[in-house]
């Protein structure tokens, strides 16, 4: 059984950072590629960013320059770090891992993360 916990999330101001770490159980993390989504109050979760087993990434554009997503295999953890932060991008994070190639959809993960909190509000 593979599991997804996050970690990270909390209040911050406007142009402020924060780091959210995503550890997965299991032997097998290399082989899975990981995403960010989040999901703001009263709007469908939103995909924020995905990373490759060899460690591509791609990311949604509202984030780009902003948020940088890595992985360790080593210590079977993904980082999203977010910088500059803007109130838009409030919501609660979720980490997924998908055994395959990267996806923009998140129907397409097979195991989730029960989310962490991001507020951004002065």
């Known amino acids: 059984q593979v599991q997804v916990v996050e970690s990270g999330g909390g209040l911050v101001q406007p142009g402020g950072s924060l780091s959210l770490s995503c550890v997965v159980s299991?032997?097998?993390?290399?082989?899975?590629?990981m995403g960010w989504f989040r999901q703001a109050p009263g709007k469908e979760r939103e995909f924020v960013a995905t990373?490759?087993?060899?460690?591509?990434?791609t990311s949604v554009n509202s984030v780009k320059g902003r948020f940088t997503f890595s992985r360790d295999n080593a210590k079977n953890t993904v980082y999203l770090q977010m910088n500059n932060l803007k109130p838009e991008d409030t919501g609660v994070y979720y980490c997924?891992?998908?055994?395959?190639?990267?996806?923009?959809?998140?129907?397409?993960?097979?195991?989730w993360g029960q989310g962490t909190q991001v507020t951004v509000s002065s």
């Open positions: 997924a891992a998908l055994h395959g190639s990267i996806s923009m959809l998140d129907w397409e993960y097979d195991f």
């Open positions: 299991g032997p097998t993390f290399s082989e899975y590629s």
């Open positions: 990373i490759s087993t060899s460690g591509d990434t």
